[in-house]
């Protein structure tokens, strides 16, 4: 099972900031925190992972906490092609083999015109 | 461009028949995966393979059956043991075993049971 915790759904208006929060609270010290994104009918997507830093690239920025016990995904201006399902995953939080992830529900954002 | 092919788009099966998913990637990746998506759910783990003569059984492997002779593919067989075969099937490969959990994704196969 997925030890990760993420609201089901949120909403955001176009054009303003969506803010994914995902609850870690088992990781360990070495695990970075990866997000993922399911556009329907669709392979998911990288987005961006991180250890303990904070973490930006073209598609979204991480803010991990300083106990990295949570995470939140931004992105700083959210479009509708933004709409779409966001998994954020602990590896092997499911099992013991190396590189076997586990997605858990996601949170569905939903943007807004 | 480089990337994960799967094929076909949309497959039916029938009765007591096995069907093969095809999964093709030219981006030099020594990882593959199977993953299973059941409507409103996430995606849990069939097979993995972490290089070429080598696969491991993820979560849900009774029913499913893979191999792996080339680094470039990773069929997925779904036998007529899978009782309930009907979901979107996602392929998906990592550039090895180190970072593993960067994947890339095919577009999937959606399977349907007539």
């Known amino acids: 099972d997925a030890k990760t915790t993420q609201p089901p759904s949120m909403d955001c208006a176009e054009g303003r900031a969506a803010n994914l929060p995902c609850n870690h609270s088992t990781i360990s010290g070495n695990e970075y925190v990866y997000w993922y994104r399911q556009i329907h009918s669709q392979g998911p997507q990288y987005i961006i992972h991180?250890?303990?830093n904070n973490e930006t690239n073209e598609m979204a920025s991480l803010i991990i906490t300083e106990d990295r016990k949570s995470s939140t995904l931004i992105l700083p201006h959210a479009t509708l092609r933004d709409t779409a399902v966001y998994y954020c995953?602990?590896?092997?939080?499911?099992?013991?083999?190396?590189?076997?992830?586990?997605f858990g529900q996601g949170t569905i954002l939903t943007v807004h015109p | 461009d480089g990337g994960i092919t799967q094929s076909p788009k949309y497959l039916f099966r029938k009765e007591g028949q096995n069907v093969t998913l095809s999964c093709e990637q030219n981006?030099?990746?020594?990882?593959m995966y199977w993953y299973r998506q059941d409507p409103g759910q996430g995606l849990r783990l069939i097979y993995y393979?972490?290089?070429?003569?080598?696969?491991q059984k993820g979560d849900i492997a009774e029913g499913y059956s893979v191999s792996r002779e080339k680094k470039e593919s990773f069929p997925l067989t779904v036998t007529s043991a899978q009782k309930n075969p009907t979901a979107f099937y996602l392929c998906?490969?990592?550039?090895?075993?180190?970072?593993?959990?960067?994947?890339?994704f095919g577009s999937g196969t959606q399977l349907s049971v007539l």
């Open positions: 998906a490969s990592s550039k090895d075993r180190v970072s593993g959990e960067k994947l890339f």
């Open positions: 991180g250890l303990k």
């Open positions: 393979s972490q290089i070429v003569n080598d696969f």
């Open positions: 995953i602990e590896p092997n939080a499911g099992g013991t083999s190396y590189g076997k992830l586990t």
């Open positions: 981006l030099n990746h020594d990882a």
